[in-house]
């Protein structure tokens, strides 16, 4: 099936930074670091077709680089059901991310359930973030470099059985709080809000959380329940992406959601 996907606008009331803009910058990245669009664009390492990496190009700007803003540095990507496509939209964001600035970026596994990240990269799953919870070592040992120099991962880590209350821990938002001191932006991949409320738990302490949602697939009635629990845990809603798109939606339609 085709990976077509689109931004999808004014998901409950929240405020709308996936507008349109006439004219695309980049703003100053965090920590004095500059992030500038290379001359000639670096081509993406994980795979994408035209037509995917015109569309991840659109939501990197209109989430992390939009001008006269405040950009969001720390933001969980999450779905409303397993199968939409998530953790292959938040990898392709932040490859992409890294290939348009200088910034760094750091991508975290998240989903401790069924993690995919490493595969995806072609590294080894260990030192991650199961480990980082559990050990304490500076936040650095557990993340890798990968083909970028500037883009990084914390995978999933060893297997646990209390993933859940890790991820909801006192330890875990003392890690997002080193990381983002570490790092200029941090991607979280989490599991769908079907499976576990960790998507809104970490929304709660980061800048806000991407809803990743599938054609034909997710229903209005989940979103709106998904949307309502992160506003009840103060979890700001940056917007959602419409992914495996194969045919045109009104506008109309995405209105109503």
């Not at 500037?150 to 821990?169: D, F, H, Q, R």
């Not at 001191?181 to 941090?186: E, L, S, T």
């Amino acid at each position: 099936m085709s990976r077509n996907f689109e931004l999808l606008q004014n998901i409950g009331k929240e405020q709308n930074i996936f507008e349109q803009t006439a004219e695309v910058l980049i703003a100053p990245a965090p920590q004095e670091v500059v992030a500038e669009l290379p001359v000639e664009p670096v081509a993406p390492v994980l795979s994408l077709n035209e037509h995917e990496l015109e569309e991840v190009n659109k939501l990197v700007q209109r989430l992390f680089l939009m001008p006269g803003a405040e950009s969001a540095r720390a933001v969980v990507f999450s779905s409303t059901e397993p199968g939409n496509g998530c953790s292959w939209m938040v990898s392709r964001v932040a490859e992409t991310l890294a290939g348009q600035t200088r910034a760094s970026v750091c991508l975290v596994d998240a989903n401790l359930r069924n993690p995919g990240q490493h595969e995806a990269f072609g590294i080894e799953n260990h030192h991650g973030l199961s480990d980082a919870l559990r050990f304490p070592d500076p936040v650095g040992h557990f993340v890798k470099n990968l083909a970028r120099p500037n883009l990084y991962l914390m995978s999933c880590g060893a297997p646990v059985e209390n993933g859940a209350s890790l991820v909801s821990s006192d330890r875990m938002r003392v890690r997002i709080g080193e990381l983002r001191n570490a790092f200029d932006y941090v991607l979280i991949d989490t599991a769908a809000t079907s499976v576990c409320n960790d998507s809104v738990v970490l929304g709660g302490v980061c800048d806000g959380v991407v809803l990743v949602l599938k054609a034909n697939s997710s229903r209005r009635e989940s979103v709106k329940r998904a949307v309502s629990e992160m506003q009840a845990a103060k979890a700001r809603v940056l917007g959602a992406v419409l992914n495996q798109r194969t045919f045109p939606i009104p506008d109309a339609i995405y209105n109503k959601l």
